[in-house]
């Protein structure tokens, strides 16, 4: 992977977490109207509708340079894919949800989502992949960074063995995308994944949760909003920004959304973060930009990740 492309990445998958970072004001707010399988299944048909036109005009466009078709194994492999990643991206976006519904404080349970940081490349490594040592320290700061940032209380509940598992889940999700998405259409992935998302919750909530028109209403702006920013355009630049970085330094990345979430809250609403958040941020940028450092030249060349 050549530089050019460590930097494309790095930046969509910046600008992903920035996304993810400011629509946490919006999924509080639509969590007041709505149940979780509510809003994250509208959501994500939202979020799968959105991407429909772009594929189209994307499509007509490129069909006018270079004619091309989807061959069937294409196609399959563009199914297949869609589903995995919808899969995990159900079962990680409810562990979260009921974790924090059962206690676990917004800001816990950032730092526990964000544990993929470290377990991506211990997954990595049982699948046989090297990870360049420079990355091990790198992914443990951006940790501690986290830990600063984020944890207020220390003490483990139950739920928050929720969102550890969301955490795991999460770190699948991302190896998914690593494995399938190169080969594929980015966006048109995103647009099967957030389908099957929405096709996976819609039954569920209708059997669980409280729905009604003025209740969907009320949460329509944050529905809106998380659908067409949060699923549609993060995720598929999350996809987008992997084809382009190591699984690892995505996730470090990635990660960042927390560091977003504390400067909207200083921007918009003036929320003024204390030392300790300063320099929990401060700690995760340092480690996302030592992880791009390259490796020394001579080094014998291997397969990483």
């Not at 990635?254 to 300790?276: H, I, Q, Y």
Request: glycine share 8%.
């Amino acid at each position: 992977m050549n530089k050019r492309n460590n930097l494309t990445g790095a930046l969509i998958l910046a600008l992903c977490a920035m996304i993810w970072g400011s629509s946490f004001v919006a999924q509080s707010t639509g969590a007041q109207y709505v149940g979780p399988f509510t809003f994250i299944g509208l959501r994500s048909l939202l979020g799968s509708a959105f991407l429909v036109p772009v594929i189209l005009i994307k499509d007509a466009f490129f069909k006018k340079k270079a004619p091309q078709r989807l061959e069937k194994t294409d196609r399959k492999k563009l199914l297949s894919g869609g589903v995995l990643c919808g899969l995990a991206l159900t079962a990680a976006s409810v562990l979260q949800q009921i974790g924090i519904d059962k206690g676990t404080s917004s800001g816990k349970a950032g730092f526990i989502t964000a544990l993929y940081i470290l377990l991506v490349p211990v997954f990595s490594v049982v699948l046989g992949k090297r990870i360049r040592p420079i990355l091990w320290p790198c992914a443990l700061a951006a940790v501690g960074g986290l830990y600063l940032l984020c944890v207020k209380d220390a003490s483990v509940q139950k739920s928050d063995l929720y969102v550890l598992a969301c955490a795991v889940v999460f770190a699948v999700h991302i190896l998914v995308i690593d494995r399938v998405s190169p080969k594929l259409d980015g966006i048109k992935l995103s647009c099967v994944q957030f389908f099957v998302v929405g096709v996976l919750c819609l039954p569920v909530m209708l059997l669980t949760e409280d729905v009604s028109f003025e209740l969907v209403k009320s949460a329509a702006l944050s529905i809106a909003y998380s659908g067409v920013m949060s699923s549609g355009v993060a995720y598929t630049l999350q996809i987008l920004g992997q084809q382009r970085t190591e699984p690892t330094i995505a996730s470090m990345i990635m990660s960042l959304e927390s560091v977003f979430a504390m400067l909207t809250g200083l921007l918009v609403l003036g929320e003024v973060p204390t030392l300790r958040e300063a320099l929990g941020s401060a700690l995760m940028f340092a480690a996302i930009i030592v992880a791009q450092l390259p490796e020394r030249k001579g080094r014998k060349a291997q397969k990483s990740i």
